[in-house]
């Protein structure tokens, strides 16, 4: 059976002559339906393909490792005692009344989920060439996959944090029903900023050797291993700008049932998520018609 270009949620524009040197080939130009917009139709169509790349990102990912899934955990797990003995043991860092490695456990988790949906949807593009350069499909769907696959690494290492919790004899409250927003913030402030650096990666490779150190001047900006109330006051409304303060924040309220942050340092981070996003979308549907060309 043949599928047709139309099949495959695409537009095809009308034959043209190649010109004089080929006056017998005709070109067939295919382009998104909907030129200029956020393709939602496009992108439910090809639910199919963005399951795919979620598993084939899982697998790679582990493929050939000996303890596989495994380092999902081993990573914060680590980075957690380092914080431990440093910050809370030497720096003599408060956690709020939580235990500090449960403390440092949950922003790392939290941390290293927009960590890794970020640098998976960095690279995502360049790494998905033979794909692009063959077959239409909505472009979104590659980063948005790249996203979705580190909820997978969160899954695992979240096991860890119930085992944390339940050490410490920390009783979850009514609170707990919250998390799923602010994991879903973190998500989404690795896509917004995923969509503008996937692109620019395209044409600019030094994005993906800059980003692992951006993102570690980030983390140290971020409550991590810290609290926020340790943070300068005249410094709190710029500090808002920073999308994971939000995130890490309502993260460990909802979880250790810690007094509400500030709803201003919420609704800043959501705001500027949301701003990023919006502008990573108009940015990414502009430039991508020419990632087959210079990728």
């Not at 980075?79 to 408060?94: E, H, L, P, S, Y």
């Not at 989404?188 to 150190?213: K, Q």
């Not at 570690?216 to 303060?245: E, H, K």
């Amino acid at each position: 059976m043949t599928t047709t270009p139309r099949e495959l949620g695409a537009q095809v524009e009308s034959p043209e002559k190649s010109g004089d040197l080929l006056p017998d080939v005709s070109v067939i130009t295919i382009t998104p339906e909907q030129q200029g917009h956020v393709p939602f139709r496009e992108l439910w169509d090809h639910r199919e393909l963005l399951f795919f790349l979620v598993w084939r990102d899982v697998k790679v990912r582990y493929r050939q490792t000996v303890i596989g899934a495994g380092w999902a955990v081993i990573q914060p797990l680590v980075t957690m005692v380092i914080f431990t003995a440093v910050f809370n043991r030497i720096a003599k860092i408060g956690s709020e009344g939580i235990p500090y490695p449960v403390f440092a456990y949950s922003g790392l988790l939290i941390w290293q989920l927009f960590a890794g949906a970020l640098q998976r949807s960095i690279q995502s593009v360049v790494s998905s060439a033979p794909l692009i350069t063959k077959v239409y499909f909505p472009r979104l769907v590659v980063p948005l996959a790249a996203t979705v696959s580190a909820t997978v690494d969160f899954a695992i290492a979240f096991i860890v944090l119930v085992i944390l919790i339940i050490s410490a004899r920390l009783v979850p409250t009514w609170r707990i029903v919250a998390l799923p927003g602010f994991v879903g913030l973190a998500l989404l402030a690795a896509l917004a900023v995923g969509l503008w650096l996937s692109a620019l990666n395209v044409r600019y490779r030094d994005i993906g050797h800059a980003v692992p150190f951006l993102l570690q001047m980030w983390m140290f900006a971020s409550p991590v291993a810290y609290p926020v109330s340790l943070v300068p006051g005249a410094l709190q409304p710029f500090y808002r700008l920073n999308p994971m303060v939000g995130a890490i924040e309502g993260f460990r309220w909802a979880l250790f049932g810690q007094p509400i942050p500030d709803p201003q340092t919420i609704l800043v981070s959501a705001g500027v998520v949301l701003v990023v996003l919006a502008g990573g979308l108009v940015y990414f549907r502009r430039v991508e018609r020419y990632f087959a060309d210079v990728i």
